[in-house]
């Protein structure tokens, strides 16, 4: 075998995997009810316990299944890790090859709303001139993808590998996008010198923990953006701290019980929270965020067992900073043009003052109605015009 082939992946469950898994949920041991009215304390029973309800006995594993194998999937090693990834051609041949990349607590499941408005734009409202050819990686110890059996795998690595990968598919001039861990590899992506890429797009800015200090704090749009930035190191942190200096620890309860796993990812921002909570307490699902999708998501999460592998992420990552931080050394300057979109729920709702900052002379920069920090899956039909309103100026480039 190649080192460089390219294999096609079907997703194919066995059923008594399901079983094991209902059989798990109904075994769960609960907590008593939280001493408050809101998600301070964290995932409040109530949403949790509707979510097992409907995990057992109304979520459908094998429609996600279907919905999944209809998509062009294939594996292929790149630097000793298998690298899945969804690769949908547009029918206009002259589309713009683009990468996105997934977050976490999220996986390729929570893009696959954006499909069809990217690579065929027509059938959506849109021109055939702002049509992509859409690659879709799994990140290293995410999803179907191999978990890597060594040290190393922080964002610099994953972008040169993403760039071997849309070489590999016979792409050398492409765009790349992300959000959350996605945009921490984006981002790097932009300071590497990658030969190949021609723009970047982001919808979190990423870098902000880090630089807080230095960020503007003198409009009314800044002193909120900073007060949530306060608020999620301060409130908000937990499984970033966890996850950044003690993956394996959590890693055996995300791969022991399915609920523990599930109340990990539910627990992730507050804004997601309560819209997920909407749809499980309330019955009354936020865009995207359907109890069906977001199921969908934790089940590739438990069925693939990538709890502990996908939070060693944050490990490397919280690694990496700390490194540079003691360099002093500033990072290298981002070498292609930088697209921003500020989703209003997002963690922190960067304004422009902040996204100029970390990228002076951002090429495109806009401000949405709606949309939080999961936003290719909340609100798809927003987050598809924004790509292609981003790039749409890179085509004759």
Known sequence: MADNEIRPFRLD????????????????????????DDRSQGVQLATIQELARYWSSEHDWRAFEAKFNALPQFTTTIDGVDIH??????????????????????????????????????????????????????LPGYGFSGQPTELGWENGRIGQAWNELMNRLGYPRYVAQGGDVGAAVTD??????????????????????????ILPANTEAEKAALAKLNEFTTDGFAYF?????????????????????????????????????????????VGGLTRSSVVDNITLYWLTGTGASAARWYWEFGRFVAAATASGQAPPPVTVPVGFTTFPGEIWAAPRSWVETVYPGAAYFNEVGSGGHFAAWEEPAI?????????RPLRTA
Request: aromatic share 6%; charged share 20%.
């Open 85 to 138: 990834f969804i690769h949908v051609r547009s029918p206009h041949e002259d589309a713009l090859p683009l990468i996105m990349t997934h977050g976490w607590p999220g996986s390729v499941a929570e893009l696959l709303g954006v499909v069809g408005p990217l690579t065929d734009p027509t059938a959506h409202g849109g021109q055939a001139s702002d049509a992509f050819h859409l690659v879709l990686p799994s």
């Open 188 to 213: 790097a992506m932009g300071r590497m010198g990658l030969p190949g890429l021609l723009g970047i797009h982001v919808n979190l800015l990423a870098n902000a923990i880090g630089i807080k200090d």
């Open 383 to 391: 987050f598809a015009d924004e790509v292609r309103a981003c790039f």
């Open 13 to 36: 469950t066995p059923e008594e995997t399901i079983a094991d898994l209902r059989r798990r949920i109904a075994a769960t041991r609960w907590p008593t009810r939280e001493l408050v």
């Open 241 to 285: 701290l966890e996850q950044s200096t003690r993956p394996q620890t959590i890693g055996y309860s995300l791969l022991d019980s399915p609920i523990g796993l599930a109340a990990w990812m539910l627990d992730h921002d507050t804004d997601s929270y309560y819209k997920i909570a909407r749809a499980f307490v309330d019955k009354e699902p």
